[in-house]
């Protein structure tokens, strides 16, 4: 057997190899994506992975001209070599750090300043000293689950709620008698100036008071000012409580719609039994009055959260010594492209968000949804002699990735056709930065910080005065 011989046959064989592994590879992850709980869009990137391996085999061997199934052989082995070293390349610590900042927009870094920690030891070292402590559980928990007796739509009162680690530290506030972000004592006062509704940015996710853009208003206005957001609200879930919660006839109410998830969330919500009720006049849970009920309700779905957190991360910690090993090179790690396979997952999944973004199912029913429960905001506010005010804000991609969303036109064009004031804070605000991203953690995907909390603040006292 002459030596080119021996070589194709060798070069035959691998490319075989490699066909099977890669048939077995898209296989197992359209399987993973089957019976994966979530969106099955993560595993799109490995799809890409194994089906180039698998047509390029494929492609090698129906050639059947020696010459070009060796020069196909020869370019296959050549691919899979270059992302090898590029595998390689990724252990050196200073490609590492700049693939963790500028591609995978790795948020916490590695300094001594940020918290390490995760939510779970938060939460037992806090609760040494606090036995009311607990963590956050966002509204969208109770939009799968059936037979509801109520939707709590907040929190539990007068807790230490701890929530996400953005900014390198953990939020953690003391909530108020109705489970929400503020000082316990805006309920007593006679005169309010503010009621804001909205999601987690309403909320303050995630720095702690008083940096969040209710707590900014109370201080730089010295008027009183309630906060009804909470992480995940949609807009049906922020009429719900904005029905359930408003008081003492507020001059504003101030509804801060973001961009990046608000009508998603509202198809959600839609399918609730139990919020869709709102939708009826005379329809309500009574909240305020039944607190010690929902208290005991929520407790008991921490203590599953809680559980689920340990058993989580107890498997982290018997992990942690093969995480550690693949933080550093040899053989076997680099054949796993653990690291190459990662940089894929997000450039695909990035793509993928804002793709589901612009098509997203429903869309048309969902504008009309939203453009009811907008009249249903406007007409509530009217009764209690408040002025609705409508402030939309942007999202990270816009300024990151130069993503423009073509909901931005119907939205505005329902609340300018209301008559109401329609505060654009891209236009307003981020645009005319030189850095808009200066506005994200670390500049990096998230929530505004505590500069963007504070220019949004600061632009609405400026033009409420």
Not at 116 to 141: A, M
Request: glycine content about 4%; overall charge positive; charged content about 25%.
């Amino acid at each position: 057997m002459s030596y080119n011989i021996k070589i194709n046959f060798l070069l035959d064989f691998l490319n075989k190899l490699f066909f099977v592994a890669s048939l077995i590879g898209i296989i197992f992850y359209l399987f993973k994506s089957l019976v994966s709980t979530n969106d099955g869009a993560i595993y799109f990137a490995e799809y890409i992975f194994f089906s180039y391996f698998l047509l390029t085999n494929l492609m090698i061997l129906l050639i059947e001209k020696k010459t070009l199934r060796f020069k196909g052989n020869i370019f296959f082995i050549t691919s899979l070599l270059l992302i090898l070293i590029i595998e390689n390349s990724l252990f050196i610590p200073k490609v590492q750090n700049f693939v963790n900042f500028n591609i995978l927009d790795v948020k916490i870094l590695n300094d001594d300043h940020y918290d390490q920690r995760n939510k779970f030891d938060v939460y037992q070292d806090l609760k040494k000293n606090h036995e009311n402590t607990s963590i956050l559980i966002p509204n969208s928990d109770f939009l799968n689950k059936n037979n509801l007796e109520f939707h709590p739509l907040s929190g539990i009162s007068h807790s230490n709620v701890i929530h996400c680690n953005e900014n390198g530290y953990f939020m953690k506030i003391k909530s108020d008698r109705y489970g929400f972000n503020n000082p316990d004592e805006i309920w007593d006062a006679k005169k309010i100036e503010y009621i804001t509704i909205g999601d987690s940015f309403t909320y303050g996710d995630c720095v702690n008071r008083p940096f969040d853009i209710v707590s900014n208003l109370r201080s730089k206005t010295k008027k009183n000012a309630i906060n009804l957001g909470y992480p995940s609200n949609g807009p049906l879930t922020s009429y719900a409580i904005l029905k359930e919660y408003i008081q003492n006839n507020p001059k504003y109410v101030i509804w801060l719609y973001y961009e990046g998830n608000d009508l998603q969330d509202l198809d959600k919500e839609l399918n609730s039994d139990i919020l869709m009720k709102y939708l009826n006049p005379n329809f309500s849970q009574n909240l305020k009055s039944t607190q010690h009920k929902k208290n005991f309700y929520l407790k008991e779905i921490l203590k599953e959260k809680i559980l689920g957190y340990k058993n989580n991360f107890d498997k982290i910690d018997k992990d942690s010594q093969t995480n550690q090993k693949d933080k550093e090179f040899n053989f076997f790690t680099m054949l796993k492209l653990q690291k190459t396979r990662s940089i894929l997952n997000h450039i695909v999944n990035e793509f993928m968000s804002n793709k589901k973004y612009i098509k997203e199912d429903n869309f048309e029913k969902n504008i009309y949804k939203f453009k009811i429960i907008f009249e249903n905001i406007l007409d509530l506010s009217k009764q209690n002699n408040s002025k609705l005010i409508f402030v939309y804000l942007p999202q990270y991609s816009r300024y990151a990735h130069n993503f423009k969303t073509e909901r931005y036109s119907q939205i505005s064009s329902i609340v300018k056709d209301f008559g109401v004031d329609f505060i654009d804070l891209n236009e307003d605000l981020f645009s005319k930065a030189d850095n808009p991203l200066i506005y994200f953690p670390n500049q990096k995907r998230g929530h505004y910080n505590k500069v963007g909390y504070e220019a949004v603040s600061q632009l609405l006292v400026d033009r409420l005065k």
